[in-house]
């Protein structure tokens, strides 16, 4: 069901990207009055882009898949889209997108559910997880807290019961009742009509989930990027809980034994046999870690009593001892649990999580959204500006064109990641001053020079002469005439250098000198993998696999549009 | 070809320019940026002081630890960083005099026991009036800032009661609001002191009020002491904190220019000497992985150019596009993954120049175990520097062999009947070497300078590291000098690739 939804959403995603964006961008053209004509030379070019299939293929993954990470707060988020109790409906994971949009204000966004409106006594945030529990099973979840009360409610009623009694003996004997008797009694009854209100709210908010009134619609993955994953056994970061073949330990499973006391250090180990009554046989090896599993009650997660680790094992192989690493509170170890070396095998976190305990799998996901857009960011700021300053060089040369040409030449020998390391082992730079710095230490100058000789050539040209004979002003020229005709290496250049990009940020976050700690980033998750190297490689290769497709499919575009763009002929004689 | 030569001529003179402007910068924005080494001290002072409270000193209780006045001062002074940005940069480089300062031994002072005396009787002097002028400042509730005498604005003060309002709102909204504060407070030169905001005393309360007056004449007399030993200690070229020690002064160039690259902060040692020590590291492993890379990537590019558009170029492509979309540093990270002992094979060691006792085995005779380790220690960065230029390498010899397949002169000489082979590995090729040799020149950063990633990754003890760690602990002289060599290395190594390309091919020629 949630693998047709994903379909769904990638399917959504492409389409919009390749259909819906360019009829918006065509309207809104056509709205502000522009009519969009295209050179036939153009189109021939974009005709011969399409022909180069892995690169159009690419091409398609690669801007489909951003215009979906656009939305990624109401796919991947750890609150739901929407909920509902009663006539209440709030959108909170909806809420997180405007936010992310509309960065640059505050105020009405900044809002949040309060439990009280859902159900849930208080003033504080409302707990999604705890309402989507509710809503999902109201029978189960509101059954013990219903019993808990009813039971306090004949507690206490026993008690009232007791000092009346004793009240009344006072009386029988003539005396007045001790004062502290009576307060009691009074405290008493208020609670008991406190608690009895309570049961009756209780019963009205039952009400309202059992009558399907309260509901929640999760995102196609429940977990976000900032939260970490308190729910799962263990200590982080967890090993991916999907099978992935080199990343996942191979499943074995075994059986808990007598308690034993190790013979280094005198801990708690119990003794292990491998193989379990269903599962296969195979040899124990040491330093494997176990997770000991709760016999399943019904079909929900499977629970972790604790965690231990193997350190002795016998002759054959089948069996040994473990030093008991954790136990989950409110739970013992004893002998004849199943023990796993995998504790999951769902999609609840099929990625593992960071050392954090933040889950991968929107960690990569958003982390591809950041690095794309920054990229975006830094590729179109660079090139205007580098446009802008190689338009001036190359139009009007002379002195302008000595003393830019001289600037360029000594800002470009500035070690820029060097400067970046300075500044921000400072000050924590947020998103944008990232991008301002990197377009104004290194992005802007790699076109320049290019930009510059495709002025200088086509300046000689007729038709130039010909605009500026006939009046045109000089910005004219410029852009209208000679941009349109020293695009071709500027085109053909750019997804190589969003390649750099990419790469640049991954570094400086890498080393800790690129996007603030909360951000997610693969730059930062790969630093955490360079910390628990031996220990949790999907750390590393996980980032690195997110990374380095994105970087190949758009090199792979980055070939095609070389080859549409500019194509090389070259011939050879034999 | 005279032209050529001016043209060389034009490009070595920019390189004192771009060196200047680029080290010029890197030291303005060293010195602007707080979390100097000074504000480095007092918060290893802070983080000790609260380590040995048991941590219970929190916050504010923090404040307490820092450096008094003079101490800063002091340490200011020791740090050249108490002159103005270009005059300390131009010491820096040596060509303004800069005052070296050496403590007076005691053997110098009972070599003149006459003019020490009269420096102590001028010293104990400054430490009554000072004493005199602290005893009276801690009575009073009011504080110097720079010479203005501040005091408690406690009560409004008529027609200010607006001004204070706003000030107390804004101090109560937290450190949030504290730059407006700040800027609400500076409009009237008020300051604030803990909690309490301090307001500059007028010249006719300082007329009426007594105690102030005193205060304000106590610390002139207190200033004029000190001047009095200064320049009793200048007969001699001396000088004085206002800690009680002396100083040898002696004024003099010391800068790059003369070889003096300052004290490294965190090793203690002369910087220089720090950064020879790290330089044949890097060329170490900057020279294998640039000659991996030749090694692999000329004879791939031959070949891809060969068989263009055949089975061989498509398949290899493939690699190309990798070696693109992978930075250096990540190959790195995955062959220690794989390769480093942990969860796969164990292989090679998890980073580092070359195991422990290396030193003892080479003494020990045992020559191959030493060739054996110092091998598996370079792998991974060899690989790494082998993916870092792997794609462009390969794409340009490919791209450069198949524009000399379309030259005049490959179409003569199969004209002419020559076999292929010769044509392409003898003529060709030559030819199409020429700008892979040239590119040597942009290399020299990475051979002599490391790259900072790779080093960091496998634990390189390089220039890299030096540089990165440097950074981290802001060690400032280790910075620069980095710096300096970094960008002389880059600068001439860029002429130094154009200035091969014009010397083995005489068909360019740059003007």
């Known amino acids: 069901m949630n693998f047709i939804l994903v379909l769904l959403v990638l399917v959504a995603g492409v389409w919009f990207t390749q259909k819906g964006i360019p009829w918006i961008f065509k309207g809104v053209l056509r709205l502000a009055g522009i009519r969009w004509k295209s050179s036939p030379l153009a189109e021939k070019r974009i005709r011969r882009f399409k022909s180069i299939r892995r690169g159009y ?20 988020n750890d609150k739901p889209v929407m909920i509902r109790y009663g006539d209440q409906v709030a959108y909170p994971a909806v809420r997180d997108l405007t936010n992310t949009w509309c960065f640059f204000m505050d105020g009405p966004l900044t809002t949040f559910d309060r439990s009280e409106d859902f159900g849930i006594p208080g003033q504080g945030p409302l707990d999604y997880t705890e309402f989507a529990r509710l809503v999902e099973n109201p029978e189960a979840a509101f059954g013990p807290i219903v019993e808990k009360q009813k039971s306090d409610i004949s507690e206490l009623e026993m008690e009232i019961e007791d000092v009346r009694m004793e009240i009344e003996e006072y009386e029988a004997d003539g005396e007045e009742p001790e004062e502290w008797l009576v307060e009691d009694l009074a405290a008493a009854e208020k609670q008991v009509v406190l608690l009895r209100d309570g049961l009756d709210q209780l019963a009205s908010i039952e009400k309202v989930f059992l009558d399907g009134e309260a509901g929640v619609v999760w995102p196609l993955y429940r977990h976000g990027p900032y939260k970490n994953r308190l729910d799962l056994p263990g200590t982080a970061p967890h090993d991916p809980s999907l099978y992935i073949p080199g990343l996942t330990p191979a499943r074995q499973s075994a059986m808990l034994g007598e308690q034993v006391d190790m013979e280094y250090g005198g801990r708690l180990g119990m003794r292990i046999t491998a193989g379990s009554e269903s599962g296969d046989q195979s040899p124990l090896s040491a330093d494997t870690k176990f997770y000991a599993l709760k016999p399943a009650i019904d079909s929900g997660l499977v629970e972790v009593s604790g965690i231990v680790i193997v350190r002795k094992v016998s002759e054959d192989g089948f069996s040994g001892e473990v030093e008991i690493l954790s136990i989950t509170p409110g739970e013992t170890l004893n002998a004849g649990l199943e023990l796993s070396t995998r504790f999951l095998e769902t999609w609840e976190a099929p990625l593992g999580t960071s050392d954090a305990g933040i889950d991968v799998l929107p960690l990569l996901a958003y982390g591809f959204r950041v690095s794309v857009g920054f990229s975006l960011m830094v590729l179109v700021a660079g090139y205007i500006v580098g446009i802008l300053a190689g338009a001036i060089m190359g139009y009007y040369g002379g002195w302008t064109d000595i003393l830019l040409q001289r600037f360029i030449e000594i800002w470009g020998s500035v ?49 130039v002469q010909a605009a500026i004979g006939s009046g045109v002003s000089d910005m004219t020229v410029m852009m209208r005439h000679i941009l349109p005709n020293s695009m071709v290496p500027v085109i053909s250049r750019a997804p190589f250098s969003f390649v750099n990009y990419i790469s640049s940020l991954v570094s400086l976050d890498f080393l800790g000198f690129g996007l603030p700690p909360t951000d997610p980033s693969w730059g930062r998750l790969l630093n955490q993998g360079f910390q628990f190297l031996t220990t949790s490689p999907h750390l590393v290769f996980l980032p690195v696999l997110a990374m380095a497709t994105t970087l190949f499919l758009v090199v792979l575009i980055g070939e095609a549009v070389r080859e549409a763009f500019d194509p090389k002929v070259f011939s050879r004689l034999r | 070809m005279s032209g050529m030569w001016t043209y060389f001529a034009r490009r070595l003179l920019l390189v004192p320019i771009t060196f200047l402007v680029i080290t010029f910068m890197v030291y303005a924005v060293l010195r602007v940026t707080p979390g100097g080494p000074i504000e480095q001290l007092e918060n290893q002072m802070r983080a000790a002081a609260a380590q040995e409270g048991g941590g219970g000193g929190g916050g504010l209780g923090g404040t307490d630890v820092g450096l008094d006045e003079k101490a800063r001062e002091e340490l200011r002074a020791y740090y050249n960083l108490d002159q103005p940005i270009p005059i300390a940069y131009l010491q820096w480089l040596g060509v303004y005099p800069r005052k070296d300062r050496t403590p007076v031994t005691l053997k110098e ?49 008529p027609g200010e009661e607006a001004f204070f309002q706003r000030a107390g709102e804004l101090l109560s909204e937290g450190l949030a609001s504290r730059s407006d504060l700040k800027q609400h407070l500076d409009s009237k030169g008020w300051q604030l002191s803990g909690t309490r905001f301090m307001r500059p005393v007028t010249d006719v309360e300082l ?121 250096g540093f990540v190959a790195c990270l995955l062959l220690l993954v794989l390769l480093g002992g942990g969860t796969y094979w164990n292989v090679v060691p998890l980073g580092g120049f070359r195991s422990e006792g ?154």
């Open chain 2, 207 to 327: 007329a009426e009020n007594s105690g102030w007056a005193a205060l304000v004449s106590l610390a002139s007399d207190k200033d004029q002491a000190f001047e009095n030993l200064g320049s009793i200690l200048a007969e001699q070229n001396k000088e004085a904190s206002r800690r009680g020690s002396y100083y040898n002064v002696q004024v003099g160039f010391s800068g790059i220019l003369q070889g003096d690259f300052g004290r490294s902060f965190t090793y203690n040692e002369d910087a220089l000497d720090v950064i020879t020590q790290k330089f044949p590291i890097s060329i170490y492993f900057g020279l294998i992985g640039y000659l991996a890379t030749w090694l692999i990537c000329i004879p791939l590019g031959i070949g891809k150019a060969v068989h263009h558009r055949g089975l061989f170029d498509t398949s290899t492509s493939v690699l190309v596009f990798l070696g693109y979309a992978t930075p």
């Open chain 2, 109 to 157: 002072r009972e070599a003149d026991p006459e003019f020490w005396d009269r420096v102590e009787v001028a010293w104990v002097n400054f430490r009554e009036t000072e004493n005199a002028y602290d005893a009276r400042l801690q009575n009073s509730a009011a504080e110097f800032r720079g010479s203005t005498l501040l005091v408690e604005a406690n009560a409004a003060l």
């Open chain 1, 57 to 76: 293929y690419s091409f398609v993954i690669i801007t489909s898949l951003f215009t979906t990470s656009l939305f990624l707060e109401v796919l991947v």
């Open chain 2, 358 to 511: 290396w030193g003892l085995w080479w003494e020990q005779g045992e020559y191959w175990r030493c060739i054996k380790d110092q091998v598996h220690h370079t792998l991974v960065p060899m690989f790494g520097y082998l993916v870092g230029s792997f794609a462009s390498m390969t794409v340009l010899m490919k791209n450069s062999l198949l524009e000399n397949f379309g030259a005049d002169y490959v179409r003569t000489a199969f004209a002419k009947g020559l076999p292929e082979r010769r044509v392409i590995y003898v003529h060709a090729l030559r030819n199409s070497l020429i700008p892979i040799t040239a590119g040597i020149g942009h290399f020299l950063g990475i051979i002599f300078a490391g790259s900072f990633l790779i080093e960091k990754v496998c634990n390189i003890p390089g220039m890299g590291l030096l540089g990165y760690e440097s950074i981290i602990r802001r060690d400032y002289p280790i910075i620069l000098a980095t710096l300096v060599f970094g960008v002389l290395i880059r600068l001439t190594g860029n002429i130094l690739s154009d200035f091969i390309w014009a010397a083995i091919d005489p068909r360019i020629r740059f003007k």
């Open chain 1, 415 to 463: 070690p820029f990641l060097f400067l970046i390391m300075i500044v921000a082992s400072i000050v924590d730079p947020g998103f944008w001053v990232l991008v301002i710095f990197l377009v104004i230490l290194r992005s802007w100058m790699a076109i320049t020079y290019q930009i510059r000789g495709e002025f200088y050539r086509e300046k000689a040209r007729d038709y």
